[in-house]
Structures are given as C-alpha cells and as structure tokens.
C-alpha cells in the first residue's frame, strides 16, 4: 500500500488520498464509539450514520478517486458560492458606489445618515445570526441559501424607489436581514464538504470576491453611470441591475445547489461514500440535523469561541468603515466621480492578491496566526500613512498608495473563519461558533461606518487613528489565540494518555502527499498507529468531546 501510495499523488488537495479498505460504519458501531446513549430522534437524524448502514459494504479509497470526488465538488460548489458572494457584494458595497453618483444630495442625507445606511445592514444581520444559525442546523441548506438570495435580491430591487432616508434605511434594513445568511452558510458548506487542509484556500477562494466586486463593480459602475436616462438616475439604475441579476441566480441556487453530500444528486452512492471517508479524520462529524443544546452551552463557554469573536469584532470595525468610506475617502484626494471608481480597482486586485496569498501561505506552513500577524502589518502601515499626508494635488501619489497598502485587510477575515472552523466539533457546536463570529462581525462592521463623517471630509482623520489602533489591537489578541490553542493540545494530549492512547498522534487531515512521498509520513494517509483513533470522525460531538481532535493555530 505504500508503494502504491508513494505513486504520483500530484494533487495538493489529495489529503486524504492513500488506499485503504474501511469498514462500513454502523449507527450501532458509533454508539459502542461514543458510549453516550442517543434518542431515537437523534438515531433517525443521524443521516451519515443511515446512509452508511444503507450501504453495508466496504469502500477503497485511492488516490484517484480522492482526485475524482474533489474535482466533482469543487466544479459543483465552488462556482456557485463564488458567485453568490459576487453578487452580495456587489448588492452591499452598490451603496458607497451610489454616494459618487449624487445619492446623497438627491435623496438629502445630512450628518452621520449615510453612515447610517452603511452600519443598519450590519446591524440587521447582527441580531439576524442566532436565526440564521438555528435554520441552518434544521434547514436544506441549499434551498435556505436560495429563499435568502431571492428575498435580497427583491429588495435591492425595490431600494431605486427610494428617495429619502427613510426609505433607504427600511429597504437597507430588510437587505441586511436577507443577507444575513450568506456567509454563514458558506462557511457551514465549507466545513460540510472538505477537509480540514482544504478548508482555508476554499474559504478564501469566496471571500476573495470583495477584491473581484471592486475591480467589475467599479467598471460596471462606471459603465452604468453612463448611462443617460430621463426616467431614472445613474444609482437608481446600479441598484436595479444588481438587484435583477441577484434574482435570477436565486433560481440556479434552487436547481444546482445540493444540501449535503448524502444529497447530492451530482455524485453516486460510491462517490457518496468516498466523500464521507474524505471527512471522517476531521474528527468534526457530519450534520445531524438535530439543533443540540449542549453543544450550545460548550460554544458558550468555551473561550477560543470568545477569542475568535474579538478578532472578528476587531477587524469589522476599521473594514466596516473604510469598504462604505473608500471611494469617499479616495475622491477626498481630488478626483471627479468616474476617476474615483477607476482608481478603486487597483485596491480589489490588492484585495485579491492579499486574501489568496495570504490562504496560499498558511495552507503552505499549515498555521493561520503567523499569516494574520503578517497581515496586520500593511493597514497599520497604510493608515499611518494616510493620517500623516496632507490633502495638497502633490500627494496624491503618496495618498493612492497609502490607500492600496491598507487594502490587505480583507485577507484577514478568511483565515479567522478558517482557523475557528477546523478548531471547533460537532454541527451544532460549528453553526453557534459560525454565528458568533459574525455577530462580531456585524457588530463591527456597524461601529466602523459611524467613524466616519461625510462632514470630515477629506481627512477622516477619527476614522483613521481608529482603524489604526484596532489593526495593532488585532495582532494582540491573535498572539493570546496562539498560545491558548498550545494549552488546549497539551490538553487533549493528557486526556488521550488517561484513556490508554498514545500522547502525540498525528492530523491527518492536515496531512500533504509530499510528506507520504518524502516519509515523513504513514505510508497511509488514513493510515494510524492506534487503531481507536479517529473512531468518533464522523460522530456529531464537539471538540472537547472528542480527545482525538487536534487544534490548529
């Protein structure tokens, strides 16, 4: 097998790749595994553990059907998330693209109330996420994603008629509610269908789209905004474009988007198969569909939950505020509108670059915390540089480049989902966790706009000393998540020695090929020394359950 193992494993994704005759996987198989008593509601919503028994025979899995299965997923999940994300970003940041159309004059905003119609999205969302995480758990996730998207789409629809603030807050309030449900999902369809070392350039590869939105919104925009119209205004036709083409895909979603990998038309019941073994040593189980309290009570209380929720609060403070004020900020330079939309598509490439880089790189040296604190370096940089330079024609130079330099922010954001899903078991434990990180988020992002004044124009100076106390404030708290990750290892390290397990054994999933072709590896890459680890794999516990399961930092 080794040999066989040792052949081309070329794929940097093929984990979980070597040969391997497994053992079907019975509901009574898990509960000898758990030795924690289920109810017959659980038993039935167990749906792995059913598909499993349905099946009753072995399933190999190799290198080429790890392969297979994969490109079968990415080509079926990826495009449509990646798309999706598109166009939520598009329909949220169409507002600040707004502001250098004239919609602030023609609708009256005065004061902090376009501020406001930034942060009110957020805020909806905010008190929107412990909804969003009890439909996800009870919900098809694949059509709980197209009701939502329909829902938002409608609305930004609806958003051309408004023609004064209160009307742009009601219909921005309604779009922050429907959106709500965006992100979560994709981090819960992330965790559902890869493993753990697949994870990060997945999650980056969706929230990569803000950087794509700035370089084709901005070209749209300026695009649309030539566009010469008795009836309507250059905003009120973005609004009605992006909103139109969000309903649409709505439909795509509904016909294409499967909701589990027991589900999934697109792969057979073999492919099924593989794709569960592929999970099993993430040790973070698989949907049950049964919203479990105690998992409640242990994301609670569990202070890597709390951790992740301030690194997420922190960084959607200065995002929030600086995605509503960019162009605002970058047309304060001394810039008409149509020269201020083409100088924001170089921040979305930079954006691009940092979030793919910086998932690259963590996935190369397989830890997130060195990678963030790497990337807190340019935004401190840029808003130093941005709150040091005057206003004159002669820096405008310095001050685009300044500008560019903070825009590695968005990589950050990523790696935090990242780093907090492939810490964090059980289904319900996962969607919890999920949610509190963005209610971070959108409790962030609803402070970050109301930093900024359009009456501050054009230094924004509060905005920027803000943003870059909270960059350094991030690299802190993300050195207290490093070390408190070692502590919980060392943890789960002394449970395993008390049940009669070896100390150290190794994540494989977050094993590479290249270790199996250098040895530095099992010759099997589901290959184990203790034949009882990884029993719980596919077992809907948490973390702290499951002493085999492995922290990351």
């Known amino acids: 097998m080794a040999a066989k193992a040792d052949d081309t494993i070329d794929h940097v994704e093929a984990a979980a790749s070597a040969p391997e005759v497994v053992a079907p996987a019975t509901t009574n198989d898990i509960e000898k595994q758990r030795k924690i008593p289920k109810s017959a509601a659980e038993l039935q919503a167990d749906k792995a553990a059913e598909f499993l028994k349905q099946m009753g025979h072995t399933v190999v899995l190799t290198p080429e059907d790890n392969r297979r299965v994969l490109s079968k997923i990415d080509w079926r999940i990826l495009p449509i998330i990646l798309f999706v994300y598109c166009l939520q970003s598009l329909d949220k940041t169409s507002l600040s693209y707004a502001s250098v159309f004239g919609l602030v004059a023609d609708t009256g905003l005065v004061g902090d109330q376009y501020s406001w119609l930034g942060s009110v999205v957020y805020l909806a969302q905010l008190f929107c996420q412990p909804l969003v995480a009890y439909s996800l758990v ?9 009701v939502m998207v329909l829902c938002w789409g409608a609305v930004l629809c609806f958003m051309a008629a408004a023609h004064n603030f209160a009307g742009l807050m009601a219909t921005r309030l309604l779009l922050g509610m429907f959106e709500s449900s965006v992100a979560p999902t994709f981090v819960a369809v992330v965790q559902m269908w890869y493993r753990r070392r697949e994870q990060t350039k997945r999650n980056a590869a969706w929230y990569a789209m803000l950087g794509v939105v700035n370089i084709l919104g901005s070209l749209l925009t300026y695009g649309l905004g030539h566009i010469k119209s008795d009836v309507l205004k250059p905003y009120q036709i973005i609004f009605l474009f992006c909103g139109l083409l969000t309903v649409v895909f709505s439909i795509v979603i509904f016909l294409f988007m499967p909701d589990s990998p027991i589900e999934a038309k697109f792969l057979n019941d073999e ?13 973070m189980g698989m949907g049950s569909g049964v919203f479990k309290w105690d998992h409640v009570r242990e994301a609670m209380l569990d202070l890597k939950t709390w951790i992740w929720f301030l690194l997420m609060f922190i960084i959607s403070i200065p995002s929030g505020g600086i995605s509503t004020f960019g162009p605002l900020i970058v047309q304060s330079f001394g810039f008409d509108s149509f020269t201020t939309i083409l100088f924001n598509i170089p921040f979305g490439a930079i954006q691009m670059i940092a979030t793919l880089g910086g998932a690259f790189l963590a996935d190369k040296i397989k830890m997130k915390s060195p990678v963030l604190l790497l990337l807190c370096l340019p935004p401190i940089a840029g808003c130093a540089m941005l709150i040091a330079f005057g206003r004159s024609p002669s820096d405008r130079g310095p001050l685009l480049a300044a500008y560019y330099i903070l825009s590695f922010y968005p990589g950050i954001s990523p790696l935090i989902y990242s780093w907090s899903g492939q810490c964090t078991g059980g289904d319900t434990k996962r969607k919890v966790t999920t949610a509190m990180l963005f209610i971070g988020s959108n409790a962030g992002n609803v402070i970050g706009p109301l930093l900024f004044r ?24 993300t050195i207290a998540g490093m070390l408190w990750i070692r502590i919980l290892n060392g943890r789960q390290a002394a449970k395993r020695v008390a049940m009669g397990k070896s100390a150290v054994i190794q994540d494989l999933s977050m094993a590479d090929s290249k270790q199996v072709a250098d040895g530095e590896g099992p010759a099997m890459l589901n290959q184990v020394a ?24």
């Open 138 to 146: 009870r919900f098809p996730i694949g059509k709980f994603c197209a």
């Open 530 to 553: 203790d034949e009882h680890v990884g029993e719980h794999g596919l077992d809907d516990i948490t973390d702290l359950q499951n002493e085999d399961f492995i922290y990351v930092y």
């Open 454 to 477: 359009t009456d501050e124009k054009p230094r924004y100076d509060r905005g920027l000393r803000a943003s870059l106390g909270l960059f350094v404030a991030l690299a802190v708290v």
């Open 271 to 283: 492919d099924k198969l593989v794709a569960l073994e592929r999970l099993r040593m993430n040790q």
